[in-house]
């Protein structure tokens, strides 16, 4: 499956990422070729190979989960720099669905 430099800057701009327009073609080169491998992948036969979850016996340690009674708001609040109606107030971090800080 061919992919066109328009499909590249669509997908890289959804994941946010940028890079120069000289850089373009060879990125479209690479994932056109890393698609061709999953593809040649689809062909391989995979009748009667059972399903493979986990190669490991793994045992769960981790301790039981119990519900323990929580902290005081007001006291908790009283060590935040700013609050309004009874949460902490942070700086945003995504203005207009843009990223930036």
Wanted: glycine share 6%; hydrophobic share 40%; no cysteine.
């Amino acid at each position: 499956m061919a992919i066109s430099e328009e499909q590249v800057k669509h997908v890289a701009k959804l994941a946010k990422l940028a890079f120069p327009d000289e850089e373009l073609h060879e990125f479209t080169t690479q994932l056109g070729k890393i698609i061709d491998m999953v593809e040649l992948l689809e062909e391989v036969d995979t009748t009667g190979v059972p399903f493979t979850s986990n190669v490991i016996e793994t045992v769960n340690v981790m301790r039981e989960d119990v519900a323990q009674p929580g902290f005081d708001r007001e006291e908790l609040l009283r060590n935040v720099p700013e609050s309004e109606n009874g949460f902490i107030k942070v700086p945003a971090i995504i203005d207009n669905g843009e990223a930036g800080a």
